[in-house]
Protein backbone atom coordinates (compact mmCIF):
# COMPACT_ATOMS: atom_id res chain seq x y z
CA UNK A 1 0.00 0.00 0.00
CA UNK A 2 2.78 2.07 0.68
CA UNK A 3 4.48 1.98 -2.97
CA UNK A 4 0.85 2.55 -4.26
CA UNK A 5 0.92 5.42 -2.37
CA UNK A 6 4.01 7.10 -3.67
CA UNK A 7 3.24 6.12 -7.23
CA UNK A 8 0.25 7.94 -6.97
CA UNK A 9 1.59 10.58 -5.51
CA UNK A 10 4.39 10.88 -8.38
CA UNK A 11 0.82 10.86 -10.73
CA UNK A 12 -0.32 13.97 -9.62
CA UNK A 13 2.70 16.02 -8.61
CA UNK A 14 2.04 18.07 -11.53
CA UNK A 15 -1.28 18.75 -10.20
CA UNK A 16 0.26 20.06 -6.54
CA UNK A 17 2.87 22.32 -8.34
CA UNK A 18 -0.50 23.47 -10.36
CA UNK A 19 -2.39 24.29 -7.10
CA UNK A 20 0.76 25.86 -5.23
CA UNK A 21 0.95 28.08 -7.79
CA UNK A 22 -2.77 29.32 -8.30
CA UNK A 23 -2.45 29.49 -4.13
CA UNK A 24 0.79 31.63 -4.73
CA UNK A 25 -1.15 33.72 -7.22
CA UNK A 26 -4.08 34.69 -5.17
CA UNK A 27 -2.41 35.24 -1.59
CA UNK A 28 -4.71 36.17 1.58
CA UNK A 29 -3.76 37.80 4.72
CA UNK A 30 -4.48 36.18 8.06
CA UNK A 31 -7.79 36.55 9.09
CA UNK A 32 -8.52 38.07 5.99
CA UNK A 33 -9.05 34.70 3.93
CA UNK A 34 -12.18 34.19 1.81
CA UNK A 35 -11.71 32.22 -1.69
CA UNK A 36 -8.90 30.06 0.05
CA UNK A 37 -10.79 28.37 1.72
CA UNK A 38 -13.52 27.83 -0.68
CA UNK A 39 -11.29 26.53 -3.14
CA UNK A 40 -9.85 23.57 0.05
CA UNK A 41 -13.40 22.90 0.88
CA UNK A 42 -14.15 22.77 -3.01
CA UNK A 43 -11.12 20.26 -3.54
CA UNK A 44 -12.26 18.09 -0.83
CA UNK A 45 -15.66 17.77 -1.45
CA UNK A 46 -15.08 16.58 -5.24
CA UNK A 47 -13.03 13.89 -3.08
CA UNK A 48 -16.54 12.98 -1.38
CA UNK A 49 -15.12 13.72 2.63
CA UNK A 50 -16.73 14.78 5.26
CA UNK A 51 -16.04 18.69 5.30
CA UNK A 52 -16.51 21.46 7.35
CA UNK A 53 -16.25 25.68 6.33
CA UNK A 54 -15.99 28.30 8.99
CA UNK A 55 -14.16 26.34 11.53
CA UNK A 56 -12.82 28.44 14.70
CA UNK A 57 -13.50 31.30 11.85
CA UNK A 58 -12.00 30.46 8.45
CA UNK A 59 -10.33 27.10 9.09
CA UNK A 60 -11.69 24.03 7.03
CA UNK A 61 -11.65 20.51 8.03
CA UNK A 62 -12.00 17.60 6.30
CA UNK A 63 -12.33 13.56 7.34
CA UNK A 64 -11.74 10.39 5.03
CA UNK A 65 -12.85 7.25 7.02
CA UNK A 66 -10.73 4.03 6.21
CA UNK A 67 -12.81 0.90 5.72
CA UNK A 68 -11.02 -0.91 8.21
CA UNK A 69 -10.88 0.17 12.48
CA UNK A 70 -8.20 2.00 13.30
CA UNK A 71 -6.99 5.00 14.92
CA UNK A 72 -7.76 8.88 13.98
CA UNK A 73 -4.85 10.83 12.64
CA UNK A 74 -4.68 14.73 11.74
CA UNK A 75 -2.29 15.81 9.47
CA UNK A 76 -2.37 20.30 9.47
CA UNK A 77 -1.15 23.07 6.43
CA UNK A 78 -1.62 26.18 7.07
CA UNK A 79 -2.86 28.56 4.18
CA UNK A 80 -2.80 32.27 5.18
CA UNK A 81 0.43 34.82 3.36
CA UNK A 82 1.88 37.91 4.44
CA UNK A 83 1.70 41.73 4.10
CA UNK A 84 4.83 41.65 1.75
CA UNK A 85 5.11 42.92 -1.74
CA UNK A 86 6.74 39.97 -3.80
CA UNK A 87 10.11 40.77 -5.69
CA UNK A 88 10.47 37.05 -7.72
CA UNK A 89 9.50 38.30 -11.06
CA UNK A 90 8.50 34.26 -11.30
CA UNK A 91 5.55 33.82 -13.80
CA UNK A 92 2.99 32.78 -10.97
CA UNK A 93 3.82 35.87 -8.83
CA UNK A 94 1.22 37.11 -6.83
CA UNK A 95 -1.31 38.92 -8.07
CA UNK A 96 -2.18 40.62 -4.60
CA UNK A 97 -0.40 44.01 -4.45
CA UNK A 98 1.55 44.32 -1.32
CA UNK A 99 0.80 40.37 -0.11
CA UNK A 100 2.58 37.43 -0.88
CA UNK A 101 3.16 33.61 0.26
CA UNK A 102 6.40 34.35 1.46
CA UNK A 103 6.78 31.37 4.05
CA UNK A 104 5.24 28.81 1.65
CA UNK A 105 1.84 27.77 3.08
CA UNK A 106 0.24 27.72 -0.32
CA UNK A 107 3.14 24.80 -0.64
CA UNK A 108 1.89 23.52 2.80
CA UNK A 109 -2.25 23.59 1.33
CA UNK A 110 -0.73 21.68 -2.35
CA UNK A 111 1.03 19.34 -0.10
CA UNK A 112 -1.83 18.51 2.19
CA UNK A 113 -4.73 18.65 -0.95
CA UNK A 114 -2.96 16.07 -2.64
CA UNK A 115 -2.17 13.79 -0.17
CA UNK A 116 -6.04 13.30 0.70
CA UNK A 117 -6.49 12.80 -2.77
CA UNK A 118 -3.70 9.72 -2.54
CA UNK A 119 -5.15 8.60 0.78
CA UNK A 120 -8.57 8.82 -1.11
CA UNK A 121 -7.67 6.19 -3.66
CA UNK A 122 -6.75 3.97 -1.34
CA UNK A 123 -9.78 4.10 1.22
CA UNK A 124 -10.64 0.32 1.01
CA UNK A 125 -7.79 -0.50 2.40
CA UNK A 126 -7.16 2.55 4.94
CA UNK A 127 -7.91 1.69 8.72
CA UNK A 128 -8.88 4.48 10.78
CA UNK A 129 -9.86 7.79 10.02
CA UNK A 130 -7.42 11.07 8.58
CA UNK A 131 -8.73 14.48 9.56
CA UNK A 132 -7.22 17.23 7.09
CA UNK A 133 -6.82 20.47 9.21
CA UNK A 134 -6.47 23.59 6.61
CA UNK A 135 -5.72 25.91 9.05
CA UNK A 136 -6.40 29.53 8.67
CA UNK A 137 -4.24 32.82 9.89
CA UNK A 138 -0.66 30.69 11.35
CA UNK A 139 1.33 34.49 10.74
CA UNK A 140 -0.26 36.58 13.58
CA UNK A 141 -1.16 36.13 16.91
CA UNK A 142 -3.60 34.85 18.23
CA UNK A 143 -3.00 32.74 15.34
CA UNK A 144 -6.30 30.48 13.96
CA UNK A 145 -5.43 27.15 15.56
CA UNK A 146 -6.58 27.87 19.26
CA UNK A 147 -10.05 28.68 17.39
CA UNK A 148 -10.09 26.06 15.63
CA UNK A 149 -9.51 23.59 18.53
CA UNK A 150 -11.85 24.79 20.53
CA UNK A 151 -14.15 24.52 17.98
CA UNK A 152 -13.66 20.70 18.00
CA UNK A 153 -11.29 19.94 15.17
CA UNK A 154 -9.07 17.26 17.46
CA UNK A 155 -12.34 15.76 18.65
CA UNK A 156 -11.83 12.32 18.76
CA UNK A 157 -8.04 12.82 17.04
CA UNK A 158 -5.59 10.36 18.81
CA UNK A 159 -1.87 11.71 17.22
CA UNK A 160 -0.81 14.76 14.91
CA UNK A 161 1.17 15.67 11.99
CA UNK A 162 2.49 18.67 10.60
CA UNK A 163 5.43 19.82 8.79
CA UNK A 164 7.08 22.97 7.60
CA UNK A 165 8.70 23.43 4.09
CA UNK A 166 12.03 24.96 4.85
CA UNK A 167 13.75 27.02 2.40
CA UNK A 168 16.77 27.10 4.33
CA UNK A 169 17.72 23.68 4.50
CA UNK A 170 18.21 21.70 1.24
CA UNK A 171 15.68 19.56 -0.60
CA UNK A 172 15.69 15.52 0.49
CA UNK A 173 16.62 16.60 4.42
CA UNK A 174 14.12 15.72 7.12
CA UNK A 175 14.75 17.70 10.33
CA UNK A 176 13.34 16.59 13.40
CA UNK A 177 13.95 17.05 16.86
CA UNK A 178 11.92 15.68 20.65
CA UNK A 179 10.61 18.01 22.85
CA UNK A 180 10.76 21.66 22.28
CA UNK A 181 11.80 22.18 18.51
CA UNK A 182 10.22 26.03 18.11
CA UNK A 183 10.14 28.72 20.21
CA UNK A 184 7.23 30.78 22.81
CA UNK A 185 7.45 34.02 20.30
CA UNK A 186 6.11 37.14 22.71
CA UNK A 187 5.89 40.75 21.62
CA UNK A 188 6.34 44.17 23.60
CA UNK A 189 5.34 47.57 22.82
CA UNK A 190 7.37 50.49 24.62
CA UNK A 191 5.81 53.88 24.56
CA UNK A 192 7.92 56.98 26.22
CA UNK A 193 6.60 59.86 26.92
CA UNK A 194 9.42 62.82 27.13
CA UNK A 195 9.50 66.47 26.37
CA UNK A 196 9.79 67.72 23.13
CA UNK A 197 12.02 70.90 22.24
CA UNK A 198 14.33 72.67 19.45
CA UNK A 199 17.53 70.77 19.05
CA UNK A 200 19.62 74.33 19.86
CA UNK A 201 18.40 73.59 23.00
CA UNK A 202 18.54 70.35 24.68
CA UNK A 203 18.89 71.37 28.40
CA UNK A 204 14.69 72.25 28.01
CA UNK A 205 13.51 68.86 27.21
CA UNK A 206 13.28 65.00 28.29
CA UNK A 207 14.86 63.67 24.56
CA UNK A 208 12.98 60.75 24.05
CA UNK A 209 15.39 59.29 21.30
CA UNK A 210 18.42 59.64 23.86
CA UNK A 211 15.99 57.74 26.13
CA UNK A 212 15.34 55.16 23.98
CA UNK A 213 18.42 54.26 22.91
CA UNK A 214 19.49 53.82 26.03
CA UNK A 215 16.66 51.82 26.70
CA UNK A 216 17.94 49.33 23.51
CA UNK A 217 21.10 49.26 25.37
CA UNK A 218 19.91 48.18 28.94
CA UNK A 219 17.60 45.19 27.07
CA UNK A 220 20.66 43.86 25.39
CA UNK A 221 21.40 42.93 29.10
CA UNK A 222 18.60 40.96 30.02
CA UNK A 223 19.46 38.07 28.40
CA UNK A 224 23.42 38.06 28.96
CA UNK A 225 22.89 38.92 33.08
CA UNK A 226 20.02 37.70 34.10
CA UNK A 227 19.29 34.53 32.05
CA UNK A 228 20.88 31.18 32.54
CA UNK A 229 23.46 31.26 30.04
CA UNK A 230 22.83 27.48 29.72
CA UNK A 231 19.00 28.68 28.81
CA UNK A 232 18.09 30.07 25.04
CA UNK A 233 16.85 33.28 25.42
CA UNK A 234 16.34 36.40 22.97
CA UNK A 235 15.34 39.53 22.98
CA UNK A 236 15.17 42.27 19.96
CA UNK A 237 13.86 45.37 19.82
CA UNK A 238 12.68 45.28 15.92
CA UNK A 239 10.91 48.66 15.54
CA UNK A 240 12.44 51.97 17.09
CA UNK A 241 9.97 55.24 16.05
CA UNK A 242 10.56 58.66 16.68
CA UNK A 243 9.87 60.57 13.36
CA UNK A 244 11.09 64.70 13.49
CA UNK A 245 12.25 67.29 11.86
CA UNK A 246 16.09 67.36 12.03
CA UNK A 247 16.25 69.96 14.14
CA UNK A 248 13.69 68.83 16.92
CA UNK A 249 14.00 67.02 20.01
CA UNK A 250 11.30 64.30 19.74
CA UNK A 251 8.72 64.00 22.49
CA UNK A 252 7.92 60.52 21.83
CA UNK A 253 9.74 57.21 20.98
CA UNK A 254 8.01 53.84 20.54
CA UNK A 255 9.68 50.16 20.44
CA UNK A 256 8.36 47.26 18.99
CA UNK A 257 10.18 43.83 19.87
CA UNK A 258 9.99 40.25 20.19
CA UNK A 259 10.91 37.88 23.06
CA UNK A 260 11.59 34.28 22.03
CA UNK A 261 12.39 31.46 24.83
CA UNK A 262 11.56 27.90 25.68
CA UNK A 263 11.46 27.63 29.16
CA UNK A 264 7.95 28.63 31.07
CA UNK A 265 10.30 29.94 33.68
CA UNK A 266 12.33 32.44 31.67
CA UNK A 267 9.72 33.64 29.61
CA UNK A 268 8.23 34.94 32.80
CA UNK A 269 11.95 36.05 33.73
CA UNK A 270 12.37 38.10 30.65
CA UNK A 271 9.08 39.47 30.86
CA UNK A 272 8.91 40.76 34.41
CA UNK A 273 12.85 42.21 33.64
CA UNK A 274 12.02 43.49 30.35
CA UNK A 275 9.02 45.82 32.28
CA UNK A 276 11.28 46.87 35.17
CA UNK A 277 14.39 48.04 33.18
CA UNK A 278 11.82 49.71 30.97
CA UNK A 279 10.52 51.76 33.68
CA UNK A 280 13.79 52.43 35.78
CA UNK A 281 15.55 53.37 32.62
CA UNK A 282 12.84 55.75 31.81
CA UNK A 283 12.42 57.18 35.46
CA UNK A 284 16.17 57.61 35.59
CA UNK A 285 15.49 60.32 32.76
CA UNK A 286 12.22 61.68 34.82
CA UNK A 287 10.73 60.63 31.42
CA UNK A 288 7.16 58.76 31.59
CA UNK A 289 6.42 55.45 30.21
CA UNK A 290 3.68 53.04 28.76
CA UNK A 291 4.51 49.29 28.49
CA UNK A 292 3.16 46.61 27.31
CA UNK A 293 3.92 42.82 26.79
CA UNK A 294 1.64 40.33 24.55
CA UNK A 295 2.13 36.59 24.94
CA UNK A 296 1.76 35.16 21.45
CA UNK A 297 2.45 31.25 20.64
CA UNK A 298 3.79 28.91 23.21
CA UNK A 299 6.36 26.64 22.38
CA UNK A 300 6.32 24.00 19.91
CA UNK A 301 6.68 20.77 22.01
CA UNK A 302 6.95 17.21 20.22
CA UNK A 303 6.23 14.46 21.71
CA UNK A 304 9.13 11.64 21.63
CA UNK A 305 7.61 8.54 20.27
CA UNK A 306 5.89 10.15 18.00
CA UNK A 307 8.78 11.95 16.93
CA UNK A 308 10.91 9.14 16.80
CA UNK A 309 8.15 7.36 14.66
CA UNK A 310 7.94 10.25 12.38
CA UNK A 311 12.20 10.32 11.85
CA UNK A 312 11.82 6.40 11.23
CA UNK A 313 9.58 6.34 8.43
CA UNK A 314 10.99 9.20 6.93
CA UNK A 315 14.15 7.04 6.36
CA UNK A 316 13.19 4.73 3.94
CA UNK A 317 11.06 7.30 2.17
CA UNK A 318 12.21 8.01 -1.59
CA UNK A 319 13.86 10.87 -2.26
CA UNK A 320 15.09 11.61 1.74
CA UNK A 321 18.66 11.56 1.32
CA UNK A 322 19.35 12.82 4.80
CA UNK A 323 17.70 12.76 8.44
CA UNK A 324 19.08 15.02 10.74
CA UNK A 325 17.61 15.40 14.76
CA UNK A 326 18.12 19.55 14.40
CA UNK A 327 18.92 21.94 17.04
CA UNK A 328 15.61 23.66 18.36
CA UNK A 329 14.89 27.16 16.66
CA UNK A 330 14.25 30.56 17.55
CA UNK A 331 10.91 30.67 15.15
CA UNK A 332 7.70 30.57 16.69
CA UNK A 333 4.60 28.22 15.04
CA UNK A 334 0.80 28.20 16.45
CA UNK A 335 1.38 24.00 15.76
CA UNK A 336 2.16 24.03 19.57
CA UNK A 337 -1.44 24.18 20.70
CA UNK A 338 -1.98 21.27 19.22
CA UNK A 339 0.67 19.58 20.44
CA UNK A 340 -0.79 20.75 24.33
CA UNK A 341 -3.91 19.07 23.67
CA UNK A 342 -2.71 15.56 21.86
CA UNK A 343 0.63 13.75 20.97
CA UNK A 344 2.22 14.20 17.52
CA UNK A 345 5.07 16.02 16.20
CA UNK A 346 6.21 18.70 14.04
CA UNK A 347 8.76 18.73 11.09
CA UNK A 348 10.83 20.65 9.03
CA UNK A 349 10.99 19.76 4.98
CA UNK A 350 13.86 20.91 3.19
CA UNK A 351 13.17 22.45 0.27
CA UNK A 352 16.15 24.70 -0.89
CA UNK A 353 17.23 23.95 -4.10
CA UNK A 354 21.44 22.91 -5.23
CA UNK A 355 21.04 24.58 -8.37
CA UNK A 356 20.01 28.27 -6.85
CA UNK A 357 23.03 30.96 -6.95
CA UNK A 358 20.61 32.45 -3.78
CA UNK A 359 18.30 31.31 -1.75
CA UNK A 360 16.03 34.07 0.02
CA UNK A 361 15.12 33.21 4.02
CA UNK A 362 11.38 33.13 4.57
CA UNK A 363 9.14 36.16 4.58
CA UNK A 364 11.54 37.70 2.54
CA UNK A 365 10.08 39.21 -0.63
CA UNK A 366 12.13 36.73 -2.81
CA UNK A 367 11.33 33.94 -1.12
CA UNK A 368 10.62 30.34 -2.77
CA UNK A 369 10.87 26.91 -2.28
CA UNK A 370 12.03 23.80 -4.44
CA UNK A 371 8.37 22.65 -5.36
CA UNK A 372 9.76 19.04 -5.39
CA UNK A 373 9.98 18.98 -1.66
CA UNK A 374 6.10 19.31 -1.65
CA UNK A 375 6.15 15.83 -2.84
CA UNK A 376 8.62 14.84 -0.34
CA UNK A 377 6.59 15.73 2.32
CA UNK A 378 3.66 14.21 1.10
CA UNK A 379 5.17 11.11 1.14
CA UNK A 380 6.95 11.14 4.58
CA UNK A 381 3.36 12.19 6.03
CA UNK A 382 1.45 9.97 3.68
CA UNK A 383 4.00 6.82 5.12
CA UNK A 384 3.70 7.96 8.76
CA UNK A 385 -0.32 8.00 8.15
CA UNK A 386 -0.02 4.28 6.53
CA UNK A 387 2.27 3.34 9.75
CA UNK A 388 0.86 4.83 12.88
CA UNK A 389 -0.55 2.01 15.30
CA UNK A 390 -2.74 3.21 18.33
Not at 41 to 53: C, P
Not at 90 to 119: E, I, R, W
Not at 281 to 300: H, I, K, L, M
Request: include cysteine; proline fraction near 5%.
Amino acid sequence: MEQQLFEYLDSIYAEMVEIRRHLHQHPELSFQEEKTPVYIAEYHERLGHEVKTGVGGRGVTAVLKGAKPGPVIALRADFDALPIKEETGLPFQSKVDGVMHACGHDGHTATLLCLAKALNSLQKELSGSIVFIHQHAEEYAPGGAIDMIQDGCLDGVDVIFGTHLWATEPFGKIQYHTGPIMAAADRFEINILGKGGHGAMPHLTKDAVVIGSQLVSNIQQIVSRRVDPQEPAVVSVGSFEAPNAFNVISDKARLIGTVRTFSPEVRDLIEQELETVTKHTCASANAEVEFQYFRGYPPVVNHAEETNFLADCAASVPGVSEIENMKPQMGGEDFAYYLEHIKGTFFFTGAQNPEWELTYPHHHPKFDIDERAMLLAAKVMGKAVLQYKK
